[in-house]
């Protein structure tokens, strides 16, 4: 049974590109959601893909969009990026249709802005 | 007010103690509560759910709720040196999920 995978491992970006990083969840999952997290800090959540759809979304600008698809994979890409973007970036799948339920973290995208 | 307010540690325990790990929110509208393992440099990893008041026991790990007076709590039985890492607190409330900003166990072998 195959669990959270995502990819790149680890990315150097530099300030001002556009970064797009990948998400499969886990076998029977249909819900991804993407989280940033500082060192130090808990995870933050950036938004919620079901369905194809951006089910709700946190206290991050336009400049992160995503998309899931059809095979509830997804992606998270971040334009004009910043230094302070730099952060482990987590997709974490779930199967749900009503709520919160209990999620699967990957192994992260570790992206460096320069 | 942070949403989820958890202490910072390092929390020092021997092996082979308890520790005892806790965790205050502020919206008395989350439903689920969820504690997650991160070692160093890895992702977190889900070890306890629960979504009613009282007390959850799955191993060595036991959840207790308290939705009257917002706290969740995390207590690790016979600690062992492998327990060593950072616990985060969750909420769920909806589709978004709320992280504390975890608290650094350390077991003493």
């Known amino acids: 049974d195959a669990g959270v995978t995502q990819s790149p491992t680890h990315l150097i970006k530099t300030r001002g590109q556009q970064v797009t990083l990948r998400c499969s969840p886990k076998?029977?999952?249909?819900?991804v959601s993407w989280y940033q997290q500082a060192l130090g800090q808990g995870p933050q959540f950036i938004f919620q893909y079901y369905e194809e759809e951006e089910r709700q979304r946190g206290n991050f600008p336009d400049r992160f969009s995503g998309h899931q698809f059809p095979n509830y994979s997804s992606e998270l890409n971040v334009n004009a990026l910043l230094l302070g973007d730099s952060a482990l970036y987590l997709c974490a799948s779930s199967s749900g249709t009503g709520g919160s339920y209990e999620q699967y973290f990957g192994p992260g995208t570790r992206l460096t802005v320069t | 007010q942070k949403e989820v307010e958890q202490n910072s540690g390092p929390l020092s325990v021997p092996e082979g103690a308890i520790a005892s790990l806790n965790c205050t929110y502020s919206d008395r509208g989350s439903q689920s509560f969820f504690w997650y393992r991160q070692y160093s440099g890895k992702s977190p990893e889900l070890i306890m759910f629960?979504?009613?008041?009282g007390d959850k026991e799955d191993g060595r790990f036991t959840a207790q709720l308290n939705k009257a007076s917002q706290y969740v709590s995390l207590l690790i039985r016979d600690s062992q040196p492998s327990d060593s890492a950072t616990y985060l607190c969750a909420l769920g409330g909806g589709f978004k999920t709320i992280f504390g900003a975890g608290t650094r166990l350390f077991v003493k072998a």
């Open positions: 076998s029977g999952h249909d819900t």
């Open positions: 629960i979504y009613s008041n």
